[in-house]
């Protein structure tokens, strides 16, 4: 019995690790990053600081125009829906 423990729970947390690290993959890795997010006709930039199922949460936002940048106050909330790709950008410089 104790060989079937010694062996079966390492294992149990080998394939753990493994699922905690798929659960990670994807949108996943982009937490606490810089990204654009596309939408349909419009790319925001901000930092991402949440996923979830429905949606994608970015703070330090701004809307990207032909214009110029359109800063947007607060934290926003876009459906996953509606993004179409993220794009992972370096972060931006700090002016003091």
Do not use: C, F, K
């Not at 330090?60 to 947007?72: F, K, S, W, Y």
């Amino acid at each position: 019995m104790s060989v079937l423990l010694a062996v079966g729970l390492p294992m149990a947390l080998v394939v753990g690790l493994a699922l905690w690290m798929e659960h990670r993959s994807g949108l996943g890795r982009l937490m606490r990053t810089s990204v654009v997010a596309h939408l349909d006709g419009q790319s925001i930039r901000g930092v991402v600081v949440g996923l979830y199922r429905d949606a994608v949460v970015m703070e330090h936002a701004r809307l990207l125009t032909a214009q110029g940048d359109v800063e947007m106050s607060g934290t926003i909330t876009i459906p996953r829906a509606n993004v179409r790709y993220v794009q992972q950008v370096p972060p931006e410089p700090v002016v003091p």
